[in-house]
């Protein structure tokens, strides 16, 4: 009732003045995601062409509500600002990656932490050091530029990496507090913790039988075949004639 009042004693043009820079404090997120989504994407792309594999499984992103941002706001103590708030709330722009395997984890983190125009923040690595309850997952702050039109804002996203394993974990383990309102029975806690231990030993079993699979794999590749492209699921192939002038000046 008191907020309603208050907006009521606001000049119109003050008003409207507000609302612009709330709606351009929050696509400044929504461009943050656009920008580190596309990197996302061509790496992944790069992955596919290059190497013939795809390390991410499933992305997802988001960009908090103004009214979840207010609840961390009265929850951490902060100054009601926007200028506070981008200073001490770095995952209003989240995204989630999921990836096959661990290694695949550390190395697409590596790829995004070494790219030119981004800021490593933070990174709290909870794969080698799990949570207490079992929760596993890389956590990155990644600070991005993004430029307006009349200025150029840092905006941080958190990126979070984990496997398949991982992320059913964690579902699982969220919808589970959600139905007891953060207060589950001890014997569901023990059980967690176990599904825990169980999800990370099956992430190291199903990558030890994938790097097998690609042993064999290599194993049973044709030493004469003739070598070819595929973009976009168009194949071309590669004459040799084209080939030798590069073979030639690596060798050199």
Same mark, same amino acid.
């Given at each position: 009732?008191?907020?309603?009042?208050?907006?009521?004693?606001?000049?119109?043009?003050?008003?409207?003045?507000?609302?612009?820079?709330?709606?351009?404090?929050?696509?400044?997120?929504?461009?943050?995601?656009?920008?580190?989504?596309?990197?996302?994407?061509?790496?992944?792309?790069?992955?596919?062409?290059?190497?013939?594999?795809?390390?991410?499984?499933?992305?997802?992103?988001?960009?908090?509500?103004?009214?979840?941002?207010?609840?961390?706001?009265?929850?951490?103590?902060?100054?009601?600002?926007?200028?506070?708030?981008?200073?001490?709330?770095?995952?209003?722009?989240?995204?989630?990656?999921?990836?096959?395997?661990?290694?695949?984890?550390?190395?697409?983190?590596?790829?995004?932490?070494?790219?030119?125009?981004?800021?490593?923040?933070?990174?709290?690595?909870?794969?080698?050091?799990?949570?207490?309850?079992?929760?596993?997952?890389?956590?990155?702050?990644?600070?991005?530029?993004?430029?307006?039109?009349?200025?150029?804002?840092?905006?941080?996203?958190?990126?979070?990496?984990?496997?398949?394993?991982?992320?059913?974990?964690?579902?699982? &383990?969220? !919808? %589970?507090?959600?139905?007891?309102?953060?207060?589950?029975?001890?014997? $569901? +806690?023990?059980?967690? *913790?176990?599904?825990?231990?169980?999800?990370?030993?099956?992430?190291?079993?199903?990558?030890?039988?994938?790097?097998?699979?690609?042993?064999?794999?290599?194993?049973?590749?044709?030493?004469?075949?003739?070598? &070819?492209? !595929? %973009?976009?699921?168009?194949?071309?192939?590669?004459?040799?004639?084209? $080939? +030798?002038?590069?073979? *030639?000046?690596?060798?050199?």
């Amino acid at each position: 009732m008191e907020l309603t009042r208050a907006l009521e004693t606001f000049e119109p043009s003050k008003l409207k003045e507000l609302k612009i820079e709330l709606t351009r404090f929050m696509m400044l997120y929504k461009f943050a995601l656009d920008e580190i989504n596309t990197k996302i994407d061509i790496l992944k792309q790069e992955f596919h062409y290059i190497h013939d594999y795809n390390p991410i499984e499933h992305v997802t992103s988001r960009v908090k509500s103004p009214e979840s941002i207010l609840k961390k706001v009265e929850k951490k103590g902060y100054e009601l600002s926007l200028p506070s708030i981008k200073e001490n709330i770095k995952d209003i722009a989240g995204i989630r990656i999921t990836c096959s395997f661990v290694s695949d984890i550390y190395e697409l983190s590596d790829m995004l932490q070494k790219q030119q125009d981004i800021k490593v923040i933070e990174v709290k690595d909870y794969i080698r050091e799990p949570k207490a309850n079992g929760y596993q997952s890389l956590h990155l702050v990644l600070e991005i530029p993004i430029f307006m039109s009349d200025r150029v804002e840092n905006v941080c996203v958190e990126v979070q990496i984990r496997t398949i394993a991982m992320d059913f974990w964690a579902s699982l &383990e969220h !919808k %589970i507090y959600y139905k007891y309102y953060q207060t589950v029975p001890q014997n $569901l +806690i023990d059980e967690l *913790k176990e599904a825990a231990e169980s999800a990370s030993h099956l992430d190291r079993k199903m990558e030890q039988i994938h790097q097998k699979v690609s042993e064999l794999k290599l194993e049973e590749e044709p030493e004469n075949k003739q070598p &070819e492209l !595929k %973009i976009d699921n168009e194949k071309f192939k590669l004459p040799y004639a084209l $080939l +030798i002038p590069f073979m *030639k000046n690596i060798n050199d």
